[in-house]
């Protein structure tokens, strides 16, 4: 069995209006991309997760962890606050400093990460964030994926980060839970084919989940 691991990181914008209905939203979303991951042998055998968690500071919500030994508790939100992506995007580069395996003369390294942000909002550390981007495009990510949820995400701030940005008009359960769902197939295709190509080659994403071209 191979070692080789797929890292994916996930960063979720917990900022104050993300409370209620959306973060309960996120939360069942969470768990249904889990049930589905865990049923591929593929996602099983190289998916490891990470979960960094952002308002008024980032937090790392869960460690670079194997699929099949990820338990979550309910994410919170504050009252409040500000959406510190800048310093996720800050505390991203450092456990990827510290967690991807690079290959050897005899042993080959971990695949390439991948990376799903979502935010409702924009940078409330807008320099932090652009210094931020400059580093993690030289860590070479096999793919990055912006959503903006809602009407106050702003895109063109989203696109500096990544040519792969896709919208949510509505915070409800049945958007984010195609999301989820979405992104558990990306996880899923990525790690079948896992090295195969420098790009992920992601699905088309479903109905509720537009691309922004």
Aim: glycine share 6%.
């Amino acid at each position: 069995m191979s070692n080789r691991r797929l890292p994916v990181y996930i960063l979720l914008d917990t900022s104050g209006s993300m409370r209620g209905e959306p973060i309960h939203s996120v939360n069942v979303g969470l768990q249904a991309m889990f049930s589905a991951l865990r049923q591929d042998p593929y996602a099983l055998e190289s998916v490891h997760l990470s979960i960094i968690t952002f308002d008024i500071e980032a937090r790392e919500y869960l460690p670079l962890t194997p699929l099949d030994e990820v338990r979550l508790e309910e994410i919170q939100t504050p009252q409040s606050g500000a959406t510190f992506l800048g310093a996720a995007l800050e505390l991203l580069i450092e456990q990827v400093d510290r967690d991807i395996r690079k290959s050897t003369d005899d042993k080959k390294g971990d695949w390439r990460p991948l990376l799903f942000v979502m935010t409702d909002g924009s940078p409330s550390d807008l320099h932090a964030y652009r210094q931020a981007i400059i580093k993690l495009k030289k860590r070479h990510f096999g793919s990055i994926v912006a959503c903006a949820v809602g009407p106050k995400a702003k895109l063109d701030l989203l696109r500096e980060l990544t040519d792969r940005v896709v919208q949510l008009d509505t915070l409800d359960a049945a958007a984010f839970s195609s999301f989820f769902k979405w992104v558990s197939a990306s996880v899923a295709v990525g790690s079948s084919s896992a090295g195969l190509e420098d790009q992920v080659t992601l699905p088309p994403p479903p109905a509720e989940v537009q691309l922004v071209l």
